[in-house]
């Protein structure tokens, strides 16, 4: 039985997934709180990673390959607030993009446990 692959196609399939984030990648960097986080960062690289990752969470043909969400994030120092923050700027970016209110909270239902391996400080 082949895998429901529903959302990653409500999300737009890879372009759709490409344009997200391109989108969030700028809003990232033009947000307050998270420019500090992002700006020194290889771009390419992880906006490429956070298409493969949203790729496979939404069900499509993808699959994440590099570290874990744990290795990826250490020694961020990220807290709650900052999570929270990342989250709000994606919900703006999906809004921008015209994803439904709905897809959008599929999605964000998917991403949310990996709060406990990203949140490295109280
Ligand atoms: C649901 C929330 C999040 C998800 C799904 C997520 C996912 C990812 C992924 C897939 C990567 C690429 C890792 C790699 O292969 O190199 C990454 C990198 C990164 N993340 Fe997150 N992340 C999240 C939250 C956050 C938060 C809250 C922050 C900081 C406020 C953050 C900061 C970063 C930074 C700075 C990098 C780049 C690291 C580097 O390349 O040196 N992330 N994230």
Redesign the pocket.
């Given at each position: 039985q082949p895998a429901d692959d529903s959302l990653y196609r409500q999300l737009g399939g890879q372009p759709g997934l490409t344009k997200l984030m391109d989108d969030f990648m700028a809003r990232?960097l033009a947000d307050q709180?998270?420019n500090p986080?992002?700006k020194?960062?290889?771009h390419q690289?992880?906006k490429a990673?956070?298409v493969?990752?949203?790729c496979e969470?939404s069900g499509g043909p993808c699959r994440?390959?590099?570290?874990d969400?744990k290795?990826?994030?250490e020694g961020?120092d990220?807290?709650r607030r900052?999570?929270?923050?990342?989250?709000e700027v994606?919900q703006d970016s999906m809004s921008a993009q015209g994803i439904a209110f709905s897809t959008q909270n599929k999605l964000?239902a998917r991403?949310?446990p990996?709060?406990r391996d990203?949140?490295n400080t109280p």
């Open positions: 990232l709180r998270m986080f992002f020194d960062v290889d690289h992880v990673q956070l493969a990752q949203f969470v994440l390959k590099g570290p969400m290795k990826a994030h961020m990220i807290t900052d999570f929270n923050a990342l989250v994606l964000l991403l949310a990996m709060h990203i949140i």
